[in-house]
Every structure is written in C-alpha cells, then in structure tokens.
Nanobody
Framework: QVQLVESGGGLVQPGGSLRLSCAAS????????MGWYRQAPGKERELVAT???????NYADSVKGRFTISRDNAKNTVYLQMNSLKPEDTTVYYC???????????????WGQGTQVTVSS
C-alpha cells in the first residue's frame, strides 16, 4: 500500500503564510503527478495545484501568484507554500499522489487524511 502523511496546517492571520507537506511511503515503484486539493463543507473537492514528475506545475486561478507547489523526488514529498493567505482559503487541504506500487503495472490515486487551514484574524 501507499500511505500519505500531511503536515503543516494551522491557524494564520490574513496575509500570512503556511507551508504544507505530504510524504508518501510504502511499496512505491514510481510516483507520477502529486498535488493538493481542497474541500469546503458542502462543496466539491477542487484542485489547488499539481506538479508532474518532470516538474510541470498547474494552479487554480484563485491561487496563482500566491501559492507555490514543489516536490522532492528523493523524499517522495510534495510541498505547498501558501503566501498572502485570505479568509476564503480556509478549508481542509488534501494531498493526492498518483503512483505505481511495486509489482503493479497500474497507476492508482491515493489521498492524504486532510489538514485544516484556517485564515482568520
């Protein structure tokens, strides 16, 4: 199996910064795209940012210029640096990894447990 452990959420004032981390572990053969999504109560989960194994990034319009996604392939870890945070960024953030397990030819999507980000004064 593949396990994802997220960290870095918390409470921050508007305009502040937070850095989320998500480390993947387990019987991993390879990791393709890594990303962050968020979901507010009663709403659909939405893409925040993704990064491919080659380093190509994609961002939601709402976070462009404020958030930066990066990854450390040696550590199987993806990061989300969030700057200039706004109250509307408040919600639960989920890490997502598309990976192949050892001995498998198929790629599966794995989700973290979620980490709460609250932007409030």
């Amino acid at each position: 199996q593949v396990q994802l452990v997220e960290s870095g959420g918390g409470l921050v004032q508007p305009g502040g910064s937070l850095r989320l981390s998500c480390a993947a572990s387990g019987s991993i053969f390879s990791i393709n795209t890594m990303g962050w999504y968020r979901q507010a109560p009663g709403k659909e989960r939405e893409l925040v940012a993704t990064i491919t194994s080659g380093g190509i990034t994609n961002y939601a319009d709402s976070v462009k210029g404020r958030f930066t996604i990066s990854r450390d392939n040696a550590k199987n870890t993806v990061y989300l640096q969030m700057n200039s945070l706004k109250p509307e960024d408040t919600t639960v953030y989920y890490c997502n990894v598309k990976a192949r397990r050892l001995g498998s030819i198929s790629e599966y999507s794995y989700w973290g447990q979620g980490t709460q980000v609250t932007v409030s004064s």
